[in-house]
Every structure is written in C-alpha cells, then in structure tokens.
C-alpha cells in the first residue's frame, strides 16, 4: 500500500474515533439524570428501541426503569415521562421549566425553529399569543364556528349519499371535510370538494403524517446528523412539506395583493394587519416566513388529527355495535330524525360523549406527544435535567394508565361514566397534550368530533365488509403517530 493511502487511512480512523469520543462525552455530560440502559457510542440505545414499534419498546424500558427514565436515541439524550402523574408534574406543575419545544427532525429542516408549533422563546409566546387570539376572533369555540362546521356536516352528508350504500374507503371523504373548517378560518374560504389541488393537498397530508411514523423517520430522528446527507425514502417528508409551504405562500402573496385592513377575511390577513403594525420594532417576530410556517402548522394539524379520529372511530363502532346502536337511541331520544345536532345537545348525551372520549383515548394519534425541552437547569423527581434536555412526554402511557382507566386495553365508553350514567370527567384523558404546549385548536376539535359523530350517525348506521370480530382495530403504522388502518365500509340510511 502507498504511504499516501496508510495516511489518508490512519487520519480516518482518528476522525472516526474523534467523533465517537465528542458523541459520547456529549452523551453523558451535566446534571444528575434518570436511570436508563446503558448506550454505545454514537448508536445509543438503538438496540433496545424498536423503530418500527417505537412507542412499544419506550414502555417495555418504563416497566424496567420506572416512570422516568433516560434514553439515548442515536447521540441525542432523551428523558422520558411515562403515566398521568409524572406527566401532569412536569407539564403542568412545572409548566414554565418544561415549554421547550425539543427536537423533531424529520421536520425542524422544513421549518427551522419558525412556525408556532416548533418555535422557542419569544418567537414562540408571540406567535402562540397572537394565534389564540385570532383564532378567537374567528368563532373558535363561539356559535359562528360551530355553523362552519354544521354547514360542512351536510356537504359531507350529500357526499355520503352518494355512495348509495356500497362500499368505499372513507379517508378523503373525511379530511375533505374537516380540512374546509380550518380552512375557512386560516384562508377565508372552503374548497369545492371536487377541487383538484384541495385533493393534492390532503394527499400530501395524509403522506406527510404516515412518513412522519413510518421506521425510517425514527432513524432519521436518531441519527438525522447523517442521514440529512444521504438519499433515500426518510427525504420523501421534506418534499412533501415544501410543497404543501409553497402552496400556503401563494396564497399569502394572493391576500397581500387583495388586502383590506379594515376588513380582515381570515388568519392571514390578520396576521399581514400584524406586520404592518409591527414592521418598525426589530424585536418582532411578525413576518413572511413565520406567517407561512404558522398557517401550515394549523392547516396541517386542523386536517389530519381530527380526520384520523374520525376514521378511527368507524372502525370501534363497527367493531363493537351495541355501543353504536346505543349512540343511534341517545340521538334519537335527544335530537330526533330531523334538527341538525348542535354542541349543546352534548349535556345531554353523557353516552355518547363518553364514546366519543373513549374513541380519543384509544385511537392516542400522537402517542408520544410532540417532544419538549427544559429552558433552564431543572430539578425533577430527585434529579437535574440539564437546560436543553429534551423531553417526551407520552401521552399514550398517560391515556392508558391503569391508575385511571381500569381496562386500559379495552374499548369502554364505562371510562368516562358514573355509576348513574352521567358523564364523568378523568384527569388522564390527555388527547391535546396539557401544559402551556397544549394544543391550540383543541376547542374547535372537540366541537368538530361531537358534531360530526352525531351528525353521521343521526342519518346512517354504519356496516362493515367483515364480521365485527374479524375487524383488526391495530394501527396501520405506529410511530409518531398512529395511522388507522385502511379499511372499506358501507352507510345504510336510517
């Protein structure tokens, strides 16, 4: 062998074992942290995660470890919370310490720390602060939301009877559905549901939240240091999101052109009326690119969580058809054939709420919540989480902890009734996460599940292709999130 190549050789192996020192000196560094299985160099704890059973392989280390316990994913130090009191603790009885929004990689490269979803700091109380309130401003949780949503309701009937009861797959038909309520707020109009860039949108959705959960973006969010250099299925997300982001700019260049201050139409002409405000004051966090970051995060948001709720409760309701039949006699008996449910008729539906509750806390479509960080030094349960520590939050052991629901595993609306069947509220129902991370949209949610569940089913009853016990309930991927699986039905009319 030429000297040449032995140096270039020898130089190699030093860089090599250089960055294996730097990872793991990186790994072990500051703060007196949970217990956890020991990790290799650079690999972590990879071979006691599972990529493709994430969720599953973080309870299997909870039972060993205790409800907090460090993981190493990749290089990257992670602490998780496992059960509704250690959760509870951390998110909201230390809310301030744990508001950090940690690391999501398969998407931080689209949006880079802007957008109120992924942002930190400032940027992110501005953002947060000014989008509430907007949203606010534009009927959520108020009568002229709910109407939106009635009104999309029948659009989605008329499609539904089209079908004529044969059988079809009902994704689009959801999300297109869901998707025009948000839509409506953040662009000041819905989408003809024939429209075929609207079609193109909720593709890319729909392709966007599976390759999120599929194994490779968990690999890509262990070792993305690497693997954002190499080519392969983990690239499809970001190409899937820069063009769902061109989209939503071209529509904020149409608004600019057409704007009235006086009269805002939607999300985004307030939040151009908000730059204007604020063009002279250098500390502001009001611009073009936080404007089109942020709109993608609740369109996006707005569309999928609900519509995967909504197809996973079809499969609980076929799977198990007395606790249909008894939503079909509570309608009934509340709201009748004829007058269009309303979010008040809820009160008086403990049975169905409970339902709908139960379907939110099995269908757990984030099972590990969107990961968070600490903002400064942080003692915890006997220890101290280093500032910038990242943290996970799972939502899906707090929604099924034994402690609260005493058949964890099991579909049973009995989960949120009392002994009288009066609805019962349960401090570990956590769907939208808690904290000062909570979801933003969860009171335009809840609305949207109670008045479409009823609103289907006050009209039709639902009928599956196979024997209910043959109905596989499993989700089609789990990663972070859980996909419902793909399935086919029929809508007999009532």
Known sequence: MELGGAVNIFLAMCITCLLIVAAWKKMHKGGKLPPGPTPLPFIGNLLQVSTDATFKSFMALKEKYGPVYTVYLGPRRVVMLCGHEVVKEALVDHAEEFSGRGELAS???NFNGFGVALANGERWRQLRRFSLSTLRNFGMGKRSIEERIQEEAQYLLEEFRKTKGLPFDPIFFLSRTVSNVISSVVFGSRF???DQTFLSLLRMINESFIEMSTPWAQLYDMFSCIMQYLPGRHNRIYYLVEELKDFIAEKVKTNQQTLDANNPRDFIDCFLIQMEKEKENPLSEFNTKNLVLTTLNLFFAGTETVS?????????????????????????????????????????????????????????????????????????????????????????????????????????????????GCFKKNDAFVPFSSGKR?????????????????????????????????????????????????????????
């Open 107 to 109: 998407i931080d490269r």
């Open 192 to 194: 003809d549901y024939e």
């Open 308 to 420: 995967s709720t909504l197809r996973y409760g079809f499969v609980f309701l076929m799977k198990y058809p007395e606790v249909e039949e008894k939503v079909h006699q509570e309608i009934d008996h509340v709201i009748g054939r004829s007058r269009i449910p309303a979010t008040e008729d809820r009160m008086r539906m403990p049975y169905t709420d409970a339902v709908i509750h139960e379907i939110q806390r099995l269908t757990d479509i984030v099972p590990m919540g969107v990961p968070h960080t600490v903002i400064r030094d942080t003692p915890f349960r006997g220890y101290v989480l280093p500032k910038g520590t990242d943290v996970f939050p799972l939502l899906g052991s707090v929604l099924r902890d034994p402690k609260y629901f005493k058949n964890p595993e099991a579909f049973d609306p009995g989960h949120f009734l009392d002994e009288n």
């Open 438 to 494: 909570v979801c933003l949209g969860e009171a335009m949610a809840r609305m949207e599940l109670f008045l479409y569940f009823t609103t289907i089913l006050q009209n039709f009853s639902l009928k599956s292709l196979v024997p209910p016990k043959d109905i596989d309930i499993s989700p089609k991927v789990s990663g972070f999130g859980n996909i419902p699986p793909t399935y086919k039905l029929c809508l007999v009319p009532r």
